[in-house]
């Protein structure tokens, strides 16, 4: 029971100290490129925004998916996967399994690709990606309410042409 046991350690031990729960554990405020004499005006401005930031991680499940993504970590490979939410849940955080993940990295040697095949039940598909285009198959599924596994592709991938991450994801 030793590597379980410091698996699970190891993951709330990196969580206290790196992503406290329900405490702020982040400040944004004027870099070093900010003007001195205004750096106090500016940190004020911001002070709302750290606020504001670390409501919507409370709020948004951070806590719970983090700490997955610790234990993961201590044995490997950890991530996360961050979507767009809803009013309730401004952010829907993930803790991707490091088995079911291929990770490829780029010409400057880091990671660039992430991909997450996954099963859904197709009448998850629409509440999980609302403005999705689904094949046909697909779709007469999603219409008929199914309970049926959809496998899917997620592919988080880095854009060259505009220094961006893209998200796509494919059946």
């Not at 590597?3 to 699970?8: D, E, L, Y």
């Not at 405490?23 to 001195?36: K, M, N, S, Y």
């Not at 629409?126 to 008929?144: C, F, N, S, Y």
């Amino acid at each position: 029971s030793t590597g379980p046991t410091g698996a699970q350690r190891f993951g709330s031990r990196i969580q206290r100290d790196l992503t406290p729960p329900f405490q702020r554990w982040f400040e944004i405020e004027a870099g070093p490129l900010v003007a001195p004499d205004v750096a106090e005006q500016v940190n004020r401005e911001l002070a709302p925004i750290t606020e504001i930031a670390h409501a919507t991680l409370d709020a948004s499940a951070f806590p719970l998916a983090s700490a997955e993504n610790y234990a993961d970590l201590g044995v490997g490979t950890g991530a996360l996967l961050a979507t767009e939410g809803d009013d309730r849940m401004p952010i829907r955080w993930t803790a991707a399994p490091p088995w079911s993940l291929a990770i490829e990295d780029g010409p400057s040697g880091r990671i660039e690709n992430v991909y997450w095949r996954r099963h859904y039940p197709a009448w998850w598909l629409p509440r999980t990606w609302p403005q999705a285009k689904w094949p046909e198959k697909v779709r007469k599924l999603i219409d008929g309410n199914s309970v049926a596994p959809v496998d899917v592709l997620q592919a988080s991938y880095f854009d060259p042409d505009s220094q961006g991450w893209r998200l796509h994801v494919i059946t």
